[in-house]
């Protein structure tokens, strides 16, 4: 992470159905991981869960608002072995374009203190912001640059091979 870049660290726990034969999280699993993350730190919550600073997208198609994902890639550094304590998801804004951002995740090992985080996994998507109506993209509004702004960094660099 650099200098001056603020993140969001979301807690998720794993369930034993997100692993596979290999005794590890499967990459399916992965994704919802990802998607667990993303609603919890940029969707309204509509009862008293506790929320972040950057959930200011109305929840669910009723509020006129769809988020799809236009491009996903994970790059996956360990396997992520099952464990009770959560996860720790970090989240940033790569880019915030007109109707798209990119959402930015690196997956840690839990935060215990005892010993360093493994780093897991990196991901990165690109989502559009869609009016449920017409289905056709929306500009990014006022709120959500003003709450997301402060996440803005660098994207992942991923490692490719030649």
């Given at each position: 992470m650099a200098e001056g870049e603020s993140r969001l660290h979301i807690p998720i726990h794993l369930r034993w159905g997100d692993l596979d034969a290999f005794n590890h999280v499967n990459n399916t699993s992965m994704l919802k991981l990802l998607e667990e993350a993303r609603?919890?730190?940029?969707?309204?919550?509509d009862d008293a869960e506790p929320q972040y600073p950057t959930a200011v997208v109305p929840a669910g198609a009723a509020a006129g608002v769809l988020t799809l994902i236009a491009r996903q890639e994970i790059e996956y550094l360990h396997p992520v072995p099952y464990q009770r304590a959560p996860l720790d998801v970090q989240l940033w804004f790569g880019s915030l374009g007109g109707s798209s951002m990119e959402v930015c995740y690196e997956v840690f090992s839990p935060l215990t203190g005892e010993r360093p985080?493994?780093?897991?996994?990196?991901?990165?998507a690109v989502v559009v912001t869609v009016d449920a109506t017409t289905g056709r993209p929306m500009r990014l509004t006022e709120r959500m640059r003003e709450a997301w702004e402060p996440y803005l960094g660098q994207p992942i660099a991923y490692a490719r091979r030649r």
């Open positions: 609603v919890r730190a940029f969707w309204e919550a985080q493994t780093l897991y996994a990196r991901s990165s």
